[in-house]
């Protein structure tokens, strides 16, 4: 029986390298998009492929995809992960969420090698605020409004791959994702171990998580199940005050005491602002930035997830303090922690 095809773009970073792994379990003749620059640090197996896709410039990414089509046949499945989620300047996330997903769609049809299944990894970030009064779940019917740079050009993607005609695609909006190799929690839980603990705001905060191999093995339930022109918010269904959040990362870290801190939202505002504004002279970009306030100012986080238990009859395999206490663990392997 002849291997499928799957190429995962942005197979350098969390999620990217985490569904390569997945692939290969599985069985899937696996390509990583990764470009030349980027550490090939988690892609070690001998059986990984290795394609430098220019999304950037249509034409030559079209000659690329014919050429590779011409030497091993198109893709079968296809899982979008590339993106940039900070960047020095706002245009940037246009540029690189939105037209390079546009180039990538056109061409894949232009030279008729469209995958069995597009799979786009956006954001629950892409529809913005949701309830903050009755802290109700964000439904998959709502009007978009995202309020950050980052969501606004998932949005546009999205939007994008929606309105062509009968494209496969799967549109997959994760909530907070965590686990091995991410970056962006360990920033947290360094300050719990070093016995702080600090939220933003006095209002209540209602938090979502999704561990990575659980999101992972959505993607591959969705090719599986032959999954065609759907959207779906990915969370484990449970939620969590940012102080219960702080508390699991506590007990995972052993760590009896910690100083609670409340920072005034003016603060976190300006001190976002200052950030950005310091990291921009120096023409670099900070995770720290007014997206990053927007996203720590939003108190509600939670979503339904009645399509995702319906369509995949998901069940998550690691709940938060199970999904923590294997994260902090690889954490202090690594010497993260």
Known sequence: MEQKKILITGASGFIGST??????????????????????????????????????????????????VAENGRFDYIVHSAGITKAVRKSEFDKVNYEHVQNFADALIEIDAVPNLFI??????????????NYTPLKCNVTPNPNTAYGKSKLKAENYLKN??????????????????????????????????????FKKQILTFIYIDDLVNIIFDCIENNIYRKEYYIADGDTYTDTQFNTI?????????????????FLVRSASFLSEKIFGLLDKSTTFN????????????????????????????????????????????????
């Open 19 to 68: 569904a390569v792994d997945k692939a290969l379990q599985l069985g899937y003749e696996t390509w990583a998009g990764i470009r030349a620059s980027s550490s090939k640090s988690y892609l070690q197996d001998e059986r990984i492929n290795f394609i430098d896709l220019n999304y950037g410039d249509k034409k030559k990414l079209k000659e690329q995809l014919k050429e590779f």
């Open 120 to 133: 786009f990894m956006s954001t629950l970030g892409a529809m913005g605020v949701g309830d903050e009064i």
């Open 164 to 201: 062509l005609l009968n494209f496969p695609y799967v549109i997959l909006r994760p909530t907070g994702v965590y686990g091995p190799r991410d970056k962006d929690y360990l920033i947290l839980m360094r300050a719990v171990k070093n016995g702080m603990d600090i939220g933003a705001g």
């Open 249 to 265: 990362v506590q007990q995972a870290l052993q760590k009896r005491h910690v100083i609670r801190v409340k920072v005034p939202l």
């Open 290 to 337: 007014t997206d990053k306030y927007k996203i720590m100012k939003q108190r509600n986080w939670s979503c339904d997830i009645t399509p995702l238990q319906r369509d995949l009859n998901f069940k998550p395999a690691n709940r938060l303090k199970e999904g923590v206490e294997k994260t902090v663990k690889w954490y202090k392997e690594q010497k993260w922690l």
